[in-house]
């Protein structure tokens, strides 16, 4: 277990949860995102980012927008596995993020920081200065995307902006309009009733 894994690993128990407890192989190329929807406690956004052998995670309570103008508030959460990247599924009730998970979007990325091709020390020390820059080739999101640090601790505040470029769309609302997972073409509902976990 490596120790960026060392509290998921810690929170989860595997004989039950039908969620991913190793890495999974690498891919060498561009580095992948992606946006899962969870209904859990409170249904949210999880945006993860791939680099350091993990897939860095915010929860975003009101997912991300096309809209300039619009500054989401995003969580830091625990660094997950590269596995996760495709899960889909239901956590058991009980098992903590209990509740149902779609992948709502996914793609590839590249940091818009970075001086030459995908550096992932360059992306670390983004994370580590609070200002992450990346353009998003997904299904549904496209375009520059900037993450800012406004509070450290235990669990960081993050602003997820979209950046002013040519995929900015301040008409579009894709979290209400595009409510389909991108994997499966389930909604939430349907993924509840037909993977297991569900009660």
Known sequence: MTEKLSR??????????????GNG???AG??????????????????????????????????????PAQKRLAI????????????????????YGAGTVMVWDSGTYR???ARRGPDS???????DEGL???????????GGYALVRTRGGDRPQWLVIKMD???????????????LSVKSGRDLRAIAEQEPGSD
């Open 8 to 21: 998921y690993r810690s929170k989860r128990d595997f004989s039950r949860t039908s969620e991913p407890a």
């Open 165 to 179: 470029d040519e995929a900015a769309d301040a008409r579009r609302n894709p979290v209400n309009t595009e409510p």
């Open 121 to 127: 020390r360059s992306m670390e020390r983004s994370l």
């Open 111 to 113: 940091n818009l920081r």
């Open 76 to 95: 830091q959460t625990e660094d997950h596995p590269r596995g996760y990247i495709d899960f889909e599924g239901v956590i058991p009730a009980g098992e």
């Open 25 to 27: 192989p690498g891919r």
């Open 30 to 67: 561009r580095r992948r995102f992606v946006i899962q929807k969870h209904d859990a406690s409170s249904l949210h956004y999880d945006f993860r980012l791939e680099f350091g052998g993990v897939l860095v995670s915010w929860a975003v309570p009101k997912g991300l927008s096309t809209d």
């Open 132 to 142: 992450i820059e990346v353009w998003l080739e997904g299904r549904k999101l496209r």
